[in-house]
């Protein structure tokens, strides 16, 4: 067996024998990547042996934008108070009598005018009223015309005629009773004879008398008093008519203005009770905007006074037309009723929420910063940023008084005529530099 190629030093980590020719072939291989590896550090380290080191690149000033403040001896607090729009006029509708309903003329939706008629009850049996009673009142009318005329020149002759004929009877009986007397004392006739000439004379007599004073009644006429009373029997069935007449006026439904009908809560043949709604009638022009404000804001104001009114996002003139001089017992305001013209009014209906703004002078002195100028701080307090005149920046401390949207009213330890850094102050820290540009370089 050949042994030749085989010794003990030639055996690999884990006991492997390797050939020679893989043993040459590894020196190479070594030796060929320590020359790489040499030529690598000669190559890195040789040109800056004897260099200096580079200093490190100088900070760039970080540019900024820049507001110069002014002190400020008051300022303007806008306060926006929230109402709802409310129409001018609304009713429910509703008949002043119970009874049937027989028709209507309108329906919900639609738009009426004042006087208008929009529903009529069954009114039958107040027409068959008013005949009768009117029947009356031309009899009775027809009696005083007779009582104002005066007896007629006929009727006073068959009267006049009456009297004379009760005369010649009265001188008929007195004859009779004279002869009868007579007879009596000559025991012709018996005593009841005479008794009932005597009461035959005293009977004529008193009719005679009573012809005598229809007689004198027809000659002089109609007594005031009778005509007085016949004429209070006419009024009072006149004053019957117009009753009448106005429950007849009742039956009909009319518009008290113009507007819309908004509900209808019956139909044809419905029977109702007197004061039942019928209709809901809403007037939406002009339309008005009430407003719960507090007293102090309210004394701001004076009828006639014309403020902003915003909904949905626009914004439309109205004029205060009311101020109620008492505050609401659950919210502890004060309504104020601002009132818009119908151009202003157009597109807006009752029930949406209004808001209007108002502004009242405060006396502080401070100044006016955008918002995006603060930085918030502790305790809360807020910060800002100014840039003194070497081109740093300093921290000063605020403290916010009024604040709107895009800008506050502050006071704190600033001075007039200092640049406050107006935005981009979450990069700033104390003592950096920086560089003052213009609006237009930001935007860039």
Do not use: C
């Amino acid at each position: 067996m050949n042994t030749s190629n085989y010794s003990p030093s030639r055996e690999s980590f884990f006991g492997q024998k390797w050939t020679e020719r893989q043993l040459w072939t590894l020196r190479i291989a070594a030796a060929a990547a320590g020359a790489i590896l040499l030529a690598g550090v000669f190559y890195w380290n040789y040109p800056f042996a004897n260099a200096e080191p580079l200093p490190p690149p100088a900070a760039q000033p970080l540019p900024v934008e820049v507001v110069a403040i002014e002190s400020q001896n008051s300022y303007a607090a806008q306060r926006t108070y929230t109402g709802v729009l409310v129409a001018a006029k609304t009713s429910e509708l509703s008949f002043e009598l119970p009874g049937k309903i027989t028709h209507f003329r309108v329906d919900e939706g639609d738009h009426v005018q004042q006087g208008e008629q929009l529903a009529q009850l069954d009114d039958r049996h107040l027409l068959a009223r008013i005949a009768q009673t009117k029947a009356e009142r031309d009899q009775q009318q027809a009696v005083l015309e007779e009582l104002k005329a005066g007896p007629r020149a006929e009727v006073i002759a068959a009267a006049d005629a009456e009297v004379r004929q009760l005369h010649a009877e009265l001188k008929l009986q007195e004859s009779n009773k004279k002869r009868r007397e007579l007879l009596i004392e000559r025991s012709a006739i018996s005593r009841e004879t005479l008794e009932d000439a005597v009461f035959g004379a005293e009977a004529a007599q008193g009719r005679l008398d009573a012809a005598r004073s229809r007689l004198e009644e027809l000659r002089q006429g109609t007594r005031i008093e009778q005509i007085d009373a016949q004429k209070a029997r006419v009024a009072g069935l006149e004053a019957q008519l117009v009753d009448l007449e106005h429950e007849r006026e009742d039956t009909r439904l009319v518009a008290p203005f113009s507007g819309t009908i908004a509900r209808r809560n019956f139909d044809e043949g419905a029977v109702i009770t007197a004061g039942q709604a019928v209709f809901r009638l809403v007037q939406h022009q002009p339309l008005e905007a009430w407003f719960g404000l507090p007293p102090e804001a309210a004394a701001s104001l004076s009828r006639g006074d014309v403020l902003p009114v915003t909904v949905d996002g626009q914004s439309r003139e109205a004029v205060v037309t009311g101020i109620v001089p008492e505050l609401d017992a659950t919210t502890r305001t004060q309504t104020v009723i601002l009132t818009l013209d119908a151009d202003a009014a157009q597109g807006w209906v009752p029930a949406q929420v209004a808001r209007v703004s108002l502004a009242s002078e405060r006396d502080e002195e401070g100044f006016w910063l955008p918002n995006s100028a603060l930085l918030q701080g502790s305790r809360g307090l807020w910060s800002v940023y100014v840039v003194e005149e070497a081109g740093r920046v300093a921290r000063r401390d605020v403290e916010v008084i009024y604040s709107e949207s895009e800008r506050s009213f502050v006071r704190g330890t600033l001075t007039s005529g200092e640049r406050v850094v107006a935005s981009g102050v979450n990069r700033l820290v104390p003592d950096m530099h920086v560089r003052i540009h213009s609006a237009s370089e930001s935007q860039n």
